[in-house]
């Protein structure tokens, strides 16, 4: 089983960047393919984007392409989202989620099986 805790969450201005951090503890990180997903109040959870065990294989949703990027560190443990040109239409609580290792990336919720707590991430306009 594996425990996640994402940080780098905040306040930022219409336009500009924040990376969001996904610490993997408890078991062998590169088991998993990782995701990143999001929540605004009052709507359902959402795939943002996802990455296969080996980092070889990545997929966004359409509404972040071309703004995020989703990365990760086998050696660190740790998953990445680096998010420019931000909008306020971003603004959500942002969790990663580990998904068994398979060869593409599944953007359903119920396809993983571990959650970290989630950070907010708020873009003013």
């Known amino acids: 089983q594996v425990q996640l805790v994402e940080s780098g969450g905040g306040l930022v201005q219409a336009g500009g960047s924040l990376r969001l951090s996904c610490a993997a503890s408890?078991?062998?990180?590169?088991?998993?393919?990782m995701g990143w997903f999001r929540q605004a109040p009052g709507r359902e959870r959402e795939f943002v984007a996802g990455?296969?065990?080996?980092?070889?294989?990545?997929d966004y949703a359409d509404s972040v392409k071309g703004r995020f990027t989703i990365s990760r560190d086998n050696a660190k443990n740790t998953v990445y989202l680096q998010m420019n040109s931000l909008k306020p239409d971003d603004t959500a609580v942002y969790y990663c989620?580990?998904?068994?290792?398979?060869?593409?990336?599944?953007?359903?919720?119920?396809?993983?099986?571990?959650w970290g707590q989630g950070t907010q991430v708020t873009v003013s306009s």
């Open positions: 408890g078991s062998t990180f590169s088991r998993y393919n």
């Open positions: 990455i296969t065990y080996g980092g070889g294989v990545t």
């Open positions: 989620a580990a998904d068994w290792r398979i060869q593409y990336v599944r953007v359903g919720v119920s396809s993983y099986d571990f």
